[in-house]
Each structure stands twice: as structure tokens, then as C-alpha cells.
């Protein structure tokens, strides 16, 4: 491994526990949209919000597991949209619990809230491309 790209040693332990929260929340939403073309589709008048439901929900997903696979990978892409979308979660969590779905909107947002911890502690313990020792050796000013 390339001595200047090697990372803190306390972020591989964040990156596994942040992608798995990502890509489980990329699962449900695979569920939800699930739950979309099969059922709310099939109701009486609810075709067309059924399925374009369906269709948000499953491009959601599908960058969500891409947001956790570019966690792993020590992509930018993955914790940026993954910090990104748990501000959008926790506002469909309070909208649920104001709606009474109270225990769907509370795992809504202790999910996001964990996310966005572990992503943020990431962001944290991340170095920026000027910070750490140049090539000759030099620290940098600050």
C-alpha cells in the first residue's frame, strides 16, 4: 500500500459499521419499493403513485448501496451522499412519527442518527489532500 494514502488507523473500524447502515438502509428502501409496485399499485386510483414510488424508492436504494460500497472502497462519494441522506432521513422519520407511525419513524431516525455520527467521524478523522508531510519530508504550515 502506498505509504501517503495509508488512513488513520481508527477509520477502517468506522468504515464497515457506516457501510452496513448505508446498505441496510438501501435494503428497506428495496423493500419499501417493493411494497410500492405490489401493493399500493394495485389499489384503486394508486397506479400511478404506486409506481412512481416505486421508481423513487429504487433509485434511493440503488445509491445507497452504491454510497456504501464507496464507504469500503475509501471513496468521497459514499460519505458525502450517505451524510446527505440521513438529514432527508430524519425528516421522513419526524413526518412519520407526526403521522403516528411512531415506531417506524423512531428506527428512521436512531438510523440516522447513528449513520450520520459514524459518517461525520469519518469525515473527522479524514485527511485532507494538503494536510500530512509533503513529498520532501516537510510538515506543512497551519
Known sequence: MDPSRAEPPALPRLRRPAAVLLGLEGLALLGL???????IAQVEGGGRFGTGLGVFLVV??????????????????GVGYGITWQLFQALVGG????????????????????????????????????EGADARGARPRR
Open 33 to 39: 419499493a417493493t411494497f410500492a409496485f405490489a401493493v
Open 60 to 77: 434511493f436504494a440503488l445509491a445507497l448501496l452504491a454510497a456504501a460500497r464507496s464507504v469500503l472502497q475509501r471513496g468521497r462519494f
Open 95 to 130: 413526518s412519520l412519527i407526526t403521522a403516528g407511525m411512531l415506531l417506524e419513524g423512531a428506527v428512521a431516525i436512531l438510523a440516522a442518527i447513528a449513520a450520520f455520527v459514524l459518517l461525520t467521524q469519518i469525515v473527522r478523522a479524514t485527511p485532507l489532500p494538503g
